[in-house]
């Protein structure tokens, strides 16, 4: 367990929370994204949130993968992946999050702020130089969030999922350095 705050901590996800994750994540994902899937975001949970791409993501040398819990209950999770690099950006040492979905209900309470200040001193701590993530440009709460820390855009992807809405595929790359 990691402790963030008196009330907000971390917990190791494994295989075996693979049914705790899934519940979670149908509540939190289709809250802020169903309107951009033509399925409401169905595919998504079922596929990014299934015991088999959790086993996947798990065995990932390299990542960290926690629940966020508020007074020991699960409001959301964090996923790191340690030495991931932005391609055409830097030659330093590179963290990504690669997740951080929060329940609605945690909204407005710094949670959010406080786990990605928590993410940049440890990623310092460790000498880390950049840490990134990819940013929805058409989740605008999300991306002015990132902004408002200081980050930084470089560049922007494209998601190529079948059953998301082709206005809402770009993906801005922001970073900030450490």
Avoid at 14 to 28: H, N, Q
Avoid at 81 to 102: F, T
Avoid at 105 to 121: D, M
Avoid at 126 to 155: C, P, R, T, V
Wanted: glycine share 4%; with cysteine; proline share 1%.
């Amino acid at each position: 367990m990691i402790k963030i705050t008196e009330d907000l901590t971390l917990k190791n996800i494994l295989l075996s929370d693979a049914e705790v994750l899934y519940t979670l994540m149908k509540t939190v994902y289709p809250s802020a994204y169903s309107h951009f899937w033509k399925d409401k975001g169905d595919w998504y949970v079922n596929s990014q949130y299934s015991k088999e791409n959790l086993e996947q993501e798990l065995l990932q040398e390299n990542s960290s993968y926690y629940f966020i819990c508020c007074k020991n209950e699960v409001v959301g999770n964090i996923r790191i992946i340690w030495d991931e690099n932005l391609e055409g950006l830097s030659e330093e040492k590179q963290v990504k999050l690669h997740r951080l979905y929060l329940h609605k209900k945690t909204q407005g309470k710094g949670f959010g702020k406080k786990i990605v200040n928590w993410l940049e001193n440890l990623a310092i701590q460790k000498e880390y130089a950049i840490l990134w993530l990819d940013a929805m440009n058409m989740q605008e709460q999300a991306f002015q969030f990132y902004k408002k820390l200081g980050y930084k855009y470089h560049s922007h992807t494209f998601l190529p999922f079948e059953l998301l809405q082709d206005d809402v595929r770009k993906m801005s790359q922001v970073y900030k350095l450490l």
